[in-house]
């Protein structure tokens, strides 16, 4: 006897259990926000002038980490950026908008260590530089960098972009 209640109790909490689902189902609003926090990346970038069809905005993944600066004034002059964690791999795009050479470093603020040291940069030229070419395959140091530009007697006119990735391929 105990086994026919059990088996009707079941049986009604699943139709229970139907009665509610199916008809959330069929009315629920593909507009409504998904809220599963595991699908919901931290990293990620919202471009709230990119519509897509429906009115649905696209969000593009955010991959490292990109930088740069117009570098301007005396004759010498600096300029920082971050490092990431997990981010070691770094390009920089060194540009030279005067009419006389520069020189740059480029060093970690906590350790001091140099990783770019007084290269020349000739009048209206561009050098990239990449911590994998020079050596560095296992990536910098996470943290605070300065480059240092030195003008000479004159005023530095310049800029610099970068990129920091996880892998080499990140930074090519």
């Given amino acids: 006897m105990k086994k026919k209640h059990f088996i009707a109790s079941a049986f009604s909490v699943?139709?229970?259990?139907?009665?509610?689902?199916?008809?959330s189902a069929i009315f629920a609003n593909s507009d409504d926000p998904v809220t599963d926090s595991a699908n919901t990346s931290t990293a990620s970038t919202q471009d709230a002038g990119t519509a897509a069809t429906g009115g649905h905005v696209i969000t593009p993944q955010k991959i490292g980490n990109t930088f740069g600066s117009r570098v301007q004034g005396g004759a010498t002059v600096q300029s920082a950026f971050e490092v990431p964690?997990?981010?070691?791999?770094?390009?920089?795009?060194l540009k030279n908008r005067s009419s006389y050479p520069v020189r740059v470093s480029l060093e970690h603020n906590d350790s001091g260590k140099e990783y770019i040291?007084?290269?020349?940069?000739?009048?209206?030229?561009?050098?990239?530089?990449?911590?994998?070419?020079d050596g560095?395959?296992?990536?910098?140091?996470?943290?605070?960098?300065?480059?240092?530009?030195?003008g000479g007697n004159n005023d530095v006119n310049a800029e610099f972009d970068g990129v920091c990735g996880s892998r080499t391929a990140d930074i090519r």
């Fill in 85 to 93: 964690k997990a981010y070691g791999h770094v390009k920089l795009t």
């Fill in 14 to 23: 699943g139709l229970l259990g139907v009665a509610i689902a199916v008809p």
């Fill in 136 to 150: 560095y395959t296992d990536g910098l140091r996470s943290g605070s960098y300065t480059l240092q530009w030195r």
């Fill in 117 to 133: 040291s007084g290269k020349r940069i000739e009048p209206g030229s561009t050098y990239t530089w990449r911590s994998s070419d």
